[in-house]
């Protein structure tokens, strides 16, 4: 069974910190960009971040450059998000989604991720 796997969401105040995870099992992460999603509610799912397969390009929404980092360790089969001075506008379900590739320098946020995990929910909230 191909699937992904997030954890680590969770409530948090604002101005801290969550690390979020996504582990695949069934496949290897080796030869697939990853991102990250999120869909708040009564919202568009946005694109948040994604990495290359190489793990040597990422990409950014504007709305968490400077505060999200994102990661993978292939060893792992994992890729994380870190999340750091967290805001209210950040709640939202969180996805993690991989698409194979063989352009391994690039990721992009468009519809041809077809793996896709289950979500998990970030609060932001005092």
């Known amino acids: 069974q191909l699937q992904l796997v997030e954890s680590g969401g969770g409530l948090v105040q604002p101005g801290g910190s969550l690390r979020l995870s996504c582990a695949a099992s069934?496949?290897?992460?080796?030869?697939?960009?990853i991102g990250w999603f999120r869909q708040a509610p009564g919202k568009e799912r946005e694109g948040v971040s994604c990495i290359s397969s190489s793990g040597g390009n990422t990409k950014y929404a504007d709305s968490v450059k400077g505060r999200f980092t994102i990661s993978r360790d292939n060893a792992k089969n994992t890729v994380y998000l870190q999340m750091n001075s967290l805001k209210p506008e950040d709640t939202a379900v969180y996805f993690c989604?991989?698409?194979?590739?063989?352009?391994?320098?690039?990721?992009?946020?468009?519809?041809?991720?077809?793996?896709w995990g289950q979500g998990t929910q970030v609060t932001v909230s005092s």
């Open positions: 989604a991989a698409y194979r590739t063989l352009l391994f320098n690039l990721c992009v946020f468009d519809d041809r991720y077809n793996y």
């Open positions: 069934g496949f290897t992460l080796v030869g697939h960009a």
